[in-house]
């Protein structure tokens, strides 16, 4: 099961980096909007192509309106950036504290694991895009990226710890690492390329991945059991 992402309210981008503050209902339905309608736009084109004139047409507010709520195209989308961060570690939060996973095994638990990253990503693969391509100009932007990432590993470990026995914890937390960074790896190339054999939409893409991490913990649990 994907992710549960709802609509975007007040409450979650308020107090987020380059946001004027506003009391007005109207004012932070607006603020509101244009993040969302930007989050949809840049899965289509560049940062450099998102123009605010368009976004604000999308939206119907005048561009005034958009510098009334944000200080610059820049911060922006930093707010954009910090509230995808910030809906990814609610979604693997949820997914751990979730009791339905209580009782599942490894293999589930990979997957649920992969699930809630891929779907993070296709939710955000514009954000994830311009953060990679502003690397060398703006590295905070990937360094939110990179931060992120390391808290959703952070938050899942428990939850397939338990599942790979005790014991050798140094060992299976590397290979839980590792297994992530496969992961990541796979779907940034996949937003930046766009690779033909196993593109970022296609449900194979979790299958896939669900199982590399499977084995690849699958393995590392196994080397408790003593040898024959």
């Known amino acids: 099961m994907a992710a549960d992402w709802q609509s975007i309210d007040w409450v979650a981008v308020r107090d987020l980096p380059g946001i004027l503050p506003t009391q007005q209902r109207r004012s932070q339905e607006t603020t509101v909007a244009l993040l969302e309608a930007a989050a949809v736009m840049l899965r289509e084109r560049s940062l450099d192509e998102l123009s605010i004139e368009d976004l604000c047409k ?14 610059s195209k820049d911060a922006f989308f930093s707010a954009l950036m910090s509230l995808a961060a910030r809906k990814a570690l609610a979604a693997v939060r949820a997914a751990v504290a979730d009791e339905d996973n ?9 997957r649920r694991v992969v699930e809630i990253a891929v779907d993070v ?15 060398s100009i703006y590295p905070e932007r990937w360094g939110t990226i990179r931060t992120t990432g ?11 710890l338990a599942r790979m026995g ?9 290979s839980i690492g590792f297994a992530f ?17 196993v593109s970022l939409d296609e449900p ?10 499977f084995l690849q913990l699958q393995h590392e649990a196994r080397a408790d059991r003593p040898a024959k």
Do not use: W
């Open 102 to 110: 209580l009782g599942t095994g490894l293999e589930e638990a990979c």
């Open 150 to 160: 390391s808290a959703m590993v952070d938050l899942a470990k428990p939850l397939l």
């Open 166 to 174: 005790r014991g050798r914890v140094a060992a299976k937390e590397r």
């Open 204 to 213: 194979e893409m979790v299958d896939r991945l669900a199982l590399a991490m």
């Open 58 to 71: 999308r939206v119907g507010v005048t561009i005034g309106a958009f510098y009334g709520r944000f200080e």
């Open 121 to 135: 990503v296709r939710r955000n693969v514009g954000v994830v895009r311009a953060a990679s391509q502003y690397e």
């Open 181 to 197: 960074q496969m992961m990541f790896g796979t779907l940034i190339n996949a937003v930046l390329h766009k690779p033909k054999l």
